[in-house]
């Protein structure tokens, strides 16, 4: 059975950090390019960032760029998504996503607030 599972949101203050991780199982992690997603409220839904399948290789959106940072850990299964210099307009629900196969987590989602 395949599984996307996302945690590591929460409420943080403007300026804060936090750091995401998704956790793959029942596929062969390490074989596919993964990405992230966010979806704002009453928005749709927008990517954040690609890496590629032994992640040498990642892209960014121009809004999060310098401030977001794609990692994967193929040893563990495990996607990351490190958030720093957090901003209000950076509050959406975050999925990890698989590219190719197209599987889809649940969803964290991420608050920035004071």
């Known amino acids: 059975q395949v599984q996307l599972v996302e945690s590591g949101g929460g409420l943080v203050q403007p300026g804060g950090s936090l750091r995401l991780s998704c956790a793959a199982s029942?596929?062969?992690?390490?074989?596919?390019?993964m990405r992230w997603y966010r979806q704002a409220p009453g928005k749709g839904r927008e990517l954040v960032a690609t890496?590629?399948?032994?992640?040498?290789?990642?892209n960014y959106a121009d809004s999060v760029k310098g401030r977001f940072t794609i990692s994967r850990d193929n040893a563990k299964n495990t996607l990351y998504l490190q958030m720093n210099s957090l901003k209000p307009e950076d509050t959406a629900v975050y999925y990890c996503n698989t590219v190719g196969p197209d599987y889809w987590g649940q969803g964290t989602q991420v608050t920035v607030s004071s």
């Open positions: 890496i590629t399948s032994t992640g040498p290789f990642t």
């Open positions: 029942g596929f062969t992690f390490s074989n596919y390019a």
